[in-house]
């Protein structure tokens, strides 16, 4: 029969071997639990994160296209959610209309020919999406980089013209190239003052800001700048 002192030896030996199953139990579980905070955690963030974004890009890529008849790309971070698309390869953000007066006069043996003219023209100033439109989302969804194409001035057209002058010389007399010439100017005079006077620029400013409306929120930053000339 066993004495007290194998009893004792034998309890202590459980005790033992008790204690080493808890500890490494209790490692195991911690290793496991160290993993999940520094590995699957962050990851399922990322993971539900990106999902989000994605989302948001999907939304924000609808809502331009509704607005602007162009869908731009999206990325979210390196990954290209939407590519672009557009159904105008021009989109007219201002319209400008104009009255301009031209004279043409030409002297020859001293006779005069006269040909002066008031055009009335429709300036158009807006962004050409053939070129590149980018958006690019953060991983959270929540800081949006706008690559948006310069603005530019499309053309004037000619909406009426009232003839003031047209009177021929003695034997120096006005020719159609004179009157086409003269309205040719005319127009390349109406182009030059929405230059001076800043209509791309004033259409970009425009283009912009209905961007933000419709992109920015408290809880979303929108930086926009030039893309880059292809």
């Known amino acids: 029969m066993p004495g007290p002192t194998h009893s004792i030896r034998g309890g202590a030996s459980r005790f033992a071997l008790t204690l080493t199953a808890c500890i490494v139990a209790l490692i195991v579980v911690g290793a496991m639990t160290v993993r999940y905070i520094t590995v699957d955690l962050p990851a399922?963030?990322?993971?539900?994160?990106?999902?989000?974004?994605?989302e948001v890009a999907r939304e924000i890529a609808s809502e331009v296209a509704t607005s602007f008849q162009i869908r731009p790309k999206v990325t979210v971070g390196n990954k290209t959610i939407v590519e672009q698309e557009t159904e105008v390869a021009r989109f007219v953000v201002l319209e400008r209309t104009v009255s301009q007066r031209h004279r043409f006069t030409h002297s020859w043996l001293q006779s005069t020919k006269t040909f002066e003219v008031e055009g009335t023209f429709v300036v158009r100033a807006g962004i050409d999406?053939?070129?590149?439109f980018e958006i690019r989302i953060d991983e959270t969804g929540s800081d949006l980089h706008v690559q948006l194409p310069e603005a530019e001035i499309f053309g004037a057209e000619l909406q009426d013209v009232d003839i003031l002058r047209?009177?021929?010389?003695?034997?120096?007399?006005?020719?159609?190239?004179?009157?086409?010439?003269?309205?040719?100017?005319?127009?390349?005079?109406?182009?030059?003052?929405?230059?001076e006077t800043g209509l791309a620029t004033r259409a970009r400013e425009v283009a912009e800001e209905n961007l933000r409306k419709l992109l920015e929120t408290p809880q979303r930053a929108v930086t926009i700048e030039s893309a880059p000339l292809p």
């Open 44 to 54: 399922e963030v990322l993971r539900r994160s990106t999902a989000h974004a994605t």
């Open 166 to 195: 047209d009177e021929n010389g003695l034997w120096n007399k006005l020719t159609a190239e004179d009157r086409e010439r003269a309205l040719r100017e005319l127009r390349t005079r109406v182009l030059e003052e929405a230059e």
């Open 129 to 132: 999406f053939s070129r590149p």
